[in-house]
């Protein structure tokens, strides 16, 4: 009887002891499965856009014209922003990956760690700079305006030509600020997005919107309704306004090699990248 008691102990010792070491194997398992997936995070860079603001960036339904799939979704994106960034990315020796976000959203998701980096069409501005680092400038652009073809603003070539004018711009960009030069202008609220804003010039709610000249050109090639004011006698802005960079958080280690990257484009090659974009948007933007 004793024996058979010992036996008994000893059997379930043992059982103990194997279901301790297979649950310390699991334990083990858990333990690698956050590293792995950080070391996958590690080899990304994760890049905010909203992907509505065509030739930077715009959506689209499938990867023609090198467009990039956007996270989570069953889109694409493209536009020279995309194009800036796979070139950052492939310099970077990361997997590109881009993270639609609304405009007004960029700024937080950059801050908080859900992107890397903002390449949206985004000037280094002085408030902006209070908040987060920029790269040096990858373009340059002048202000203009969107207005539709026939109206009483078409051949304008000064601001206050566009007096009693509605006129608008998007939302926490400087272009709407600069609306304020014109003098017994009709100041509209700011919009989210440009298509947005194209809509309402298409539809009258508008006589006309600020933007730079890429854009401009971009609704002309979208819509023939559309046309681009350029002016002799134009907005008043400082050198950051009308520059676009990369968004990045205060004191990035990236800062410095996205500058290597940017300082290898060739202003020729920039050129030529926002052609093709201007060629290849959607026809629907």
Not at 60 to 83: F, H, K, M, R, W
Not at 194 to 213: C, H, K, N, Q
Request: aromatic residues 8%; proline residues 4%; negative net charge.
């Amino acid at each position: 009887m004793n024996r058979k008691t010992l036996s008994l102990v000893a059997f379930l010792l043992t059982l103990v002891l194997m279901m301790a070491g297979c649950g310390g194997n699991s334990g083990t398992s858990n333990v690698q499965g956050p590293e792995i997936q950080e070391v996958e995070e590690e080899d990304t860079f994760r890049v905010g856009l909203e992907c509505g603001y065509p030739p930077f960036n715009w959506t689209q339904l499938d990867d023609s014209n090198g467009a990039v799939p956007i996270d989570g979704t069953q889109e694409y994106a493209g536009g020279y922003d995309v194009e800036i960034a796979k070139r950052i990315a492939e310099g970077l020796g990361k997997k590109l990956v881009i993270v639609k976000t609304e405009w007004t959203g960029l700024l937080p998701a950059l801050t908080s760690g859900k992107i890397d980096a903002i390449i949206a069409g985004m000037s280094p501005t002085a408030e902006r700079k209070e908040t987060i680092d920029f790269s040096d400038i990858y373009y340059k652009s002048d202000l203009v305006m969107v207005v539709k073809k026939g109206s009483k603003y078409e051949n304008a070539t000064s601001l206050q030509d566009f007096k009693g004018a509605k006129i608008t711009a998007q939302l926490n960009t400087f272009h709407y600020t600069v609306i304020d030069q014109i003098e017994g202008v009709i100041k509209e609220p700011a919009m989210d997005d440009f298509p947005a804003m194209r809509v309402a010039l298409e539809s009258g709610m508008i006589d006309g919107y600020v933007t730079e000249r890429p854009e401009a050109i971009s609704a002309e090639a979208a819509n023939p309704n559309f046309k681009m004011v350029e002016f002799e006698d134009g907005f008043v802005t400082s050198d950051e306004d009308t520059a676009i960079a990369v968004g990045l958080r205060k004191g990035s280690e990236l800062r410095e090699k996205i500058n290597e990257i940017l300082a290898g484009i060739s202003e020729e090659e920039r050129m030529q990248i926002m052609e093709e974009a201007i060629k290849n948007q959607p026809a629907a933007d």
